[in-house]
């Protein structure tokens, strides 16, 4: 029997497949360059392709399948979803953000290639994910891709993931209470995870209570996915999680187990993963591998 | 009469007046923050309000005014293409990239700011604009909206501007023959150029070769619009370009002066000119703004 603290081997394997189909999709939507500027899209895919665990499209992917919708369609929302992800880690990395030398184990994008080259592709991965989804393939009703971009550009953006990471920024020297670290996670991780979440439900063209319940679940586990990041930052072994420890402590960042202390964030994130549960409940049995996911998230060692 | 080299009072005052309002609409689509992260607010209107000729929101205008669009309609495509104009700005600036001290005469956005908030501010931009294209206030048809966005995408990206940026920074260490160097700028420059006059055209529903007409027009016009950068950037008044003479040569670039000398790159300017205007044949003495712009463009001062 697994432990407690292991995903399930049906649910390692469903992660592993999706996270093999949707980089087959990247792949076929980021080729590599014959041009001269072949450069820009070595950057791109070195930061796109090379590992990840592809959780978000995994949500997607999930998400999806509760409203029966074409896999060919989620996996290139997916695949977009990702490209907006990698952008932003690509971007977080520079020295003038997070000065990350190392991204899952390898030298980040800036190290590998340069801080310029980095920018780039950073911004090139960002128009892409747009393209994707506007192209009629992702679906064939405009109004969806609309609201997939729509939906997408607000998570990404100001009010979104750029506006957590201003927060983030801020928060190195400024104190922060509780309430305003969890808006910050909320916007940084917690709109991606949402739009995640929602893409099947844009997708399968679902009603608004569906819709809700997807994005509740989402953001009560983007919380619950940033509270054990906290705590694996300060307790993960460093070869599991291809990061150095106490990256938080040593950019003097405001965290939850900074404020709460570890036991205290532990039981913030169980609870918050159970109310995440509790909003799937419309779904009924349906949603058995989104909240097996939910404890996977709370339990994962890297 | 005007000077020949001076644009015409009507056309000076319709570029002033079209630039007045299409800030007025970015102002409404970028309102300032009152949330702990409005820094990065200050820093997108900061760079985006403050000053410009405008002149790629002027071919929206000029380019949906073929089509009878709605201007409420066509206000927002320029205002959703000039924020990703100004995104690239802010970029470009970086010390990793062309390292300017100052933009338009004032502090460039990360000596105004710093670099991790103006990266942020760039990013958020870029997602601001595909927000706005998205939204069903841009156009009734989400077919429409979709094309948009979908030819932005793709003039913005790897296979657009941020390739054309990739191909500059190649090109301070690597000699560029004229082939390459017309292709960098009609990647750099001429994809938003060309995306300002299809946005018309797209708007206003019309057939291909109306389309292709305005296309064309616009990578001579882009082209054209490059060269006399790069003669300004060799002999015009800082105090008029609101930055320092000679900075290409500084940083080693390949340029249309110094692979074909001053006189030379003249010629060819006014040669692209008068074939962008020879596009325009479709539209008869409708597309007169449009012929009267690229005129303009190739004897402006700064």
């Given at each position: 029997?697994?432990?407690p603290?292991?995903?399930?081997?049906?649910?390692?394997?469903?992660?592993?497949?999706?996270?093999?189909?949707?980089?087959?999709?990247?792949?076929?939507?980021?080729?590599?360059?014959?041009?001269?500027?072949?450069?820009?899209?070595?950057?791109?895919?070195?930061?796109?392709?090379?590992?990840?665990?592809?959780?978000?499209?995994?949500?997607?992917?999930?998400?999806?399948?509760?409203?029966?919708?074409?896999?060919?369609?989620?996996?290139?929302?997916?695949?977009?979803?990702?490209?907006?992800?990698c952008?932003?880690?690509?971007?977080?990395?520079?020295?003038?953000?997070?000065?990350?030398?190392?991204?899952?184990?390898?030298?980040?994008?800036?190290?590998?290639?340069?801080?310029?080259?980095?920018?780039?592709?950073?911004?090139?991965?960002?128009?892409?994910?747009?393209?994707?989804?506007?192209?009629n393939?992702?679906?064939?009703?405009?109004?969806?891709?609309?609201?997939?971009?729509?939906?997408?550009?607000?998570?990404?953006?100001?009010?979104?993931?750029?506006?957590?990471?201003?927060?983030?920024?801020?928060?190195?020297?400024?104190?922060?209470?509780?309430?305003?670290?969890?808006?910050l996670?909320?916007?940084?991780?917690?709109?991606?995870?949402?739009?995640?979440?929602?893409?099947?439900?844009?997708?399968?063209?679902?009603?608004?209570?569906?819709?809700?319940?997807?994005?509740?679940?989402?953001?009560?586990?983007?919380?619950?996915?940033?509270?054990?990041?906290?705590?694996?930052?300060?307790?993960?072994?460093?070869?599991?999680?291809g990061?150095?420890?106490?990256?938080?402590?040593?950019?003097?960042?405001?965290?939850f187990?900074?404020?709460?202390?570890?036991?205290?964030?532990?039981?913030?994130?169980?609870?918050?993963?159970?109310?995440?549960?509790?909003?799937?409940?419309?779904?009924?049995?349906?949603?058995?591998?989104?909240?097996?996911?939910?404890?996977?998230?709370?339990?994962?060692?890297?």
């Amino acid at each position: 029997m697994p432990s407690p603290r292991e995903a399930s081997p049906d649910l390692q394997k469903a992660i592993t497949d999706t996270a093999a189909a949707v980089t087959k999709t990247m792949e076929h939507l980021l080729p590599e360059s014959d041009m001269a500027e072949s450069r820009l899209f070595d950057a791109m895919r070195y930061s796109a392709m090379g590992g990840g665990k592809r959780l978000r499209p995994f949500l997607v992917i999930q998400s999806a399948k509760l409203f029966n919708v074409d896999p060919t369609r989620a996996k290139r929302v997916a695949a977009a979803l990702e490209f907006v992800h990698c952008y932003s880690l690509i971007h977080d990395d520079l020295p003038a953000m997070d000065n990350a030398d190392t991204r899952r184990g390898k030298p980040s994008a800036h190290r590998k290639y340069d801080e310029a080259t980095a920018i780039l592709a950073g911004d090139a991965l960002q128009a892409l994910a747009f393209e994707i989804l506007a192209d009629n393939q992702t679906h064939e009703d405009p109004r969806v891709r609309c609201q997939l971009i729509a939906t997408l550009a607000k998570a990404a953006g100001g009010h979104g993931m750029c506006g957590g990471q201003m927060l983030d920024l801020i928060g190195e020297t400024e104190e922060f209470d509780i309430g305003t670290i969890s808006r910050l996670q909320r916007l940084k991780t917690g709109m991606l995870m949402a739009f995640a979440c929602e893409a099947g439900a844009i997708l399968g063209k679902t009603d608004e209570p569906h819709r809700k319940a997807l994005r509740n679940y989402a953001h009560d586990l983007g919380l619950a996915f940033q509270v054990t990041d906290d705590i694996l930052d300060v307790e993960a072994d460093p070869s599991m999680t291809g990061k150095p420890a106490n990256q938080d402590e040593a950019a003097g960042k405001a965290t939850f187990v900074s404020t709460l202390g570890k036991d205290q964030a532990r039981m913030r994130a169980e609870m918050l993963v159970a109310q995440a549960c509790r909003h799937l409940h419309p779904f009924a049995d349906r949603a058995d591998t989104l909240k097996k996911f939910a404890h996977y998230v709370l339990e994962r060692r890297a």
